[in-house]
């Protein structure tokens, strides 16, 4: 009796292992952001204003952050462009090239080629 009650102790522990270990990688995994993405390479900043995937292919996660954060700058952009009178063409242009100009040192822009390099 005492055997089968160690192995179900056994068990159990073990089964808490599994469970609070994959939440664990699941909080990192959740956990990244814009700037870790950009450090680790991930994603860029595009000449049209917007992220784009730098390492393809790229994660769900790297896919939702760029699917939030791109629906947010649109959002953001057309909402510019309505108050000043301007297309919002124009807009992603010029976020763009502030993008591009206010990207770290290290990180991905797209060249003028459309190519990613490290600024």
Do not use: C
């Amino acid at each position: 009796m005492q055997s089968i009650l160690d192995h179900q102790i056994v068990r159990g522990t073990r089964s808490l292992v599994l469970v609070l270990l994959l939440a664990v990688l699941s909080v990192n995994v959740f956990a990244l952001g814009l700037s870790e993405a950009k450090v680790q390479g991930l994603i860029g900043e595009q000449r049209n204003g917007y992220l784009g995937v730098v390492k393809a292919p790229a994660s769900a996660e790297v896919k939702a952050l760029l699917v939030d954060i791109n629906a947010k700058r649109k959002r953001f952009f057309e909402k510019t462009a309505k108050d000043n009178g301007q297309t919002l063409t124009f807009v992603e242009q010029r976020a763009g090239e502030a993008g591009v100009r206010k990207t770290k040192l290290g990180n991905y822009i797209q060249s003028l080629s459309g190519k990613w390099v490290k600024k």
